[in-house]
């Protein structure tokens, strides 16, 4: 039988199959994917392969090829990957300016790493309803940025319905994933977006300030026929996966339109004449910011490096 895997939880998937029934069902073996050392073999968004014994258990027994996903670094086994999801045709990455703060460094490393694998993102600042004067420039700040160099920015709100509709239209007719850090408000615009899933909403830790896990799995929901969404748990930080350092430059889009203007092919921007991208730094084209989280991701090897750079 064939079908979608649609719900990740631990060892045990399950899957919806083309007649629309669904199934619960493990991974048969040793089951490994070719060529990804990956801590979750099978993931949500799957087009999966499924073998029913006579005991009435359900078994993965292959996965068709992807057309592409999402990938970071595991959290604590860093020569391997954390895949969030499969076959998408978008993303959309939550962020805010505030309560909790989402970091450049955070959103640049995603970027990157969508770029790597082919997924388009749409950026969606959320809680616009509760910034102050300051958190507001700061957003019109950030959505000039990333508007600038090519990304569709939203500003969206589940209390008070900002950019709600158009998201929706956003999402119709498509395959979405829906990530960001903990505590940016995922499941309360999940809520807003469809009320009928139901997903639960979180506190935001008045100690810390920072989003306490409300997610705990990643699962499809269909929230118009032909529209899905893939809700994910939140992430604390995006380590990048099997990039070497000569294409780091090529994922991050203002870089790459300007490296064809260096005078070496093989320039790291980094320190060499007659670069284009340094050029455009010191004249104010491109971001600072964009410009550090590039070097954290040449520089950096390891988890512990990239989430103290936060």
């Given at each position: ?93 939550v962020v805010t300016v505030n309560h909790p703060v989402t970091s450049t460094t955070f959103i640049d ?105 409300t997610t705990t799995y990643t699962e499809m929901f269909e929230l118009l026929p032909g529209s899905f ?70 520089e950096d090897k390891d988890e512990g490096k990239y989430r103290a750079a936060e």
């Open positions: 039988m064939k079908g979608v895997v649609i719900r990740s939880a631990g060892s045990v998937y399950t899957a919806r199959l083309d007649g629309g029934a669904l199934v619960e069902c493990r991974v048969k073996g040793n089951f490994r994917l070719k060529g990804i050392k990956s801590t979750n073999p099978v993931v949500v968004g799957d087009h999966v392969n499924i073998e029913v014994r006579n005991d009435g258990t359900a078994y993965i027994t292959e996965i068709m090829p992807r057309s592409n996903y999402i990938v970071r670094k595991a959290s604590n086994l860093s020569k391997q990957s954390h895949i969030l999801a499969a076959n998408l045709d978008q993303c959309f990455l490393r995603f970027l990157a790493s969508a770029e790597a694998y082919r997924v388009p993102v749409v950026i969606l600042f959320n809680k616009v309803d509760i910034y102050n004067q300051a958190d507001s420039e700061e957003l019109d700040y950030l959505i000039s940025l990333y508007e600038s160099i090519g990304y569709h920015c939203l500003r969206t709100s589940a209390e008070d319905g900002t950019g709600i509709d158009e998201l929706k239209e956003l999402m119709r007719d498509k395959v979405s994933l829906l990530a960001g850090n903990s505590g940016v408000g995922k499941s309360s615009l999940v809520n807003a977006i469809s009320p009928s899933i139901g997903a639960k909403v979180g506190e935001i830790s008045r100690i810390h300030d920072t989003g306490m896990h969404l893939v809700d994910t748990p939140g992430v604390k930080g995006f380590g990048s996966y099997d990039m070497e350092a000569e294409e780091i430059a090529h994922y991050f889009v203002e870089f790459f339109e300007l490296s064809c203007d260096c005078r070496y092919s093989n320039c790291t921007h980094t320190h060499e004449p007659g670069c284009a991208v340094l050029a455009a730094l010191e004249q104010g084209h491109i971001a600072p910011t964009r410009y550090q989280s590039y070097l954290s991701m040449l």
